[in-house]
């Protein structure tokens, strides 16, 4: 009889020993009548069903081969390419009637003998398009140093030192300019330079 008034007062002085610390109840696994854990781990649970994932309040859904572009689009489609050769003050009409004229260059490329250590250098052509109640002048380039090799041998160049310009339904670009310079680019008439321009439809949508 004294053992068993022992333990009783042994267990309630732990128990008050608990509670004066602050322990909190141990967390004892619940087992629902079907064998399951059903058992509340903290606040922040994450609930995993059948292809269902839940992640917290912040929830983003994405479907499925869903791409947005914006409202404004323009699409430019390129048609045929002409390559005319001009000299100064020559003209060439293109097939709708559009008058293309090479009226002017000015040639700053480095000579060629210079070329292995000048860079950016480049030369301009000034081109006159006159259409229906259209007379437009537009400016194409090509930096110095390509388009000719180190034998001075020319060729065409339609690369991304090149940059083309559109006006008029048509994409030009200054592929080839001759000739060139070697030494001093100041020797050059302007009567004898020859310009290749590459000349493409354009249709936009």
């Known amino acids: 009889m004294k053992k068993k008034i022992f ?3 042994s267990c309630l002085v732990v128990a008050a020993f608990f509670i004066a610390i602050g322990c909190e109840k141990p967390n004892i696994p619940q087992i629902d009548d079907n064998g399951k854990d059903t058992t509340a781990i903290g606040k922040d649970t994450t609930a995993i ?3 269902t994932t839940t992640i ?3 929830t983003t859904t994405i479907g499925k081969d869903t791409t947005t572009i914006g409202k404004d689009t323009t699409t430019i489609t390129l ?3 002409t390559t005319i050769i001009l000299k100064m003050n020559e003209t060439f009409i293109l097939p709708n009637n559009t008058m293309v004229s090479f009226i002017d260059v000015r040639d700053g490329r480095c000579p060629l003998s210079m070329c292995y250590k000048c860079y950016f250098s480049e030369a301009k052509i000034k081109m006159r398009i006159i259409s229906e109640n259209v ?6 380039n090509i930096l110095g140093c390509v388009g000719v090799d180190n034998y001075g ?4 160049y339609d690369g991304p030192a090149v940059l083309s310009v559109d006006a008029l339904g048509y994409r030009f670009k200054l592929i080839r300019l001759s000739p ?3 030494t001093d680019w100041n020797s050059i008439n302007k009567e004898d330079y020859i310009a290749k321009i590459k000349i493409t439809e354009l249709w936009i949508d």
């Open 7 to 9: 333990l009783t007062i």
């Open 49 to 51: 069903g059948k292809d």
């Open 56 to 58: 917290g309040k912040d």
């Open 79 to 81: 048609g045929k390419d």
């Open 135 to 140: 007379n437009k002048e537009i400016e194409l």
């Open 153 to 156: 041998n020319e060729y065409d």
């Open 180 to 182: 060139y310079p070697k």
